[in-house]
Antibody
Framework: QPQLKESGPGHVKPSETLSLTCSVS??????????WAWIRQPPGKGPEWIGS???????HYQSSLKSRVTISLDTSNSQFSLRLTSVTAGDTAVYYC???????????WGQGTTVTV | DIQMTQSPSSLSASLGDKVTITCRAS??????LNWYRQRPGEAPKLLIY???SLQTGVPSRFSGSGSGTVFTLTISSVQPDDFASYYC?????????FGQGTRVEVK
């Protein structure tokens, strides 16, 4: 049974960098066919896809965040990470990690972690 | 980016009611359309992928249809767990985008 869990600071100061890690268990992060994604959800709003990474290291990102975001993979520790620079209050949200699978649907989600700027 | 618009934004239903939610895309997304249910304080849960395929373990009261720019999610008989928010999600062209959501409330 695959499981994902986010970790990282709950508060980040404006202009600083937000860094989160997603720990993956129950499935190999190096398996073909899966992308590993970050999604965020501001208070009272719908989800926003931030970006995702394949086991080869190939990434694609949300257009509006592309200049500030980096997603990376650590296969030896079965983790992937999100880095978002120059944060503002507009980046306050619940951040989720998830697995993209069939038709890039998000079939397994972490519990989410709240980040306040 | 492809814009996804859901209607209605909210609706009221009673247990056992049939509910239909519509999602429209600003351009064709073929059948690259997924649906999620999100209960308060929880992560979204995948219900339907590829417009009409039921995710493993999801009750058969959920069904999806459509292609191109218009899609529907139907709950044939609303149950207590279904009072929640629902989101459509396109994955035909990056960046993937979500609808703004439909809240199903108790009548």
């Amino acid at each position: 049974q695959p499981q994902l869990k986010e970790s990282g600071p709950g508060h980040v100061k404006p202009s600083e960098t937000l860094s989160l890690t997603c720990s993956v268990s129950g499935v190999s992060i190096s398996s073909t066919g899966y992308y590993w994604a970050w999604i965020r959800q501001p208070p009272g709003k719908g989800p926003e896809w931030i970006g995702s990474i394949y086991y080869t290291g190939s990434t694609h990102y949300q257009s509006s965040l592309k200049s500030r975001v980096t997603i990376s993979l650590d296969t030896s520790n079965s983790q992937f990470s999100l880095r978002l620079t120059s944060v503002t209050a507009g980046d306050t949200a619940v951040y989720y990690c998830a697995r993209e699978y069939k038709y890039n649907s998000l079939d397994v989600w972490g519990q989410g972690t709240t980040v306040t700027v | 980016d492809i814009q996804m618009t859901q209607s209605p934004s909210s609706l009221s239903a009673s247990l056992g009611d049939k509910v239909t939610i519509t999602c429209r895309a600003s351009q064709s997304v073929r059948t690259d359309l997924n649906w999620y249910r999100q209960r308060p304080g929880e992560a979204p849960k995948l219900l339907i992928y590829a417009a009409s395929s039921l995710q493993t373990g999801v009750p058969s009261r959920f069904s999806g249809s459509g292609s191109g720019t218009v899609f529907t999610l139907t709950i044939s008989s609303v149950q207590p767990d279904d009072f929640a928010s629902y989101y459509c999600h396109q994955t035909t062209r990056s960046p993937w985008t979500f609808g703004q959501g439909t809240r199903v409330e108790v009548k």
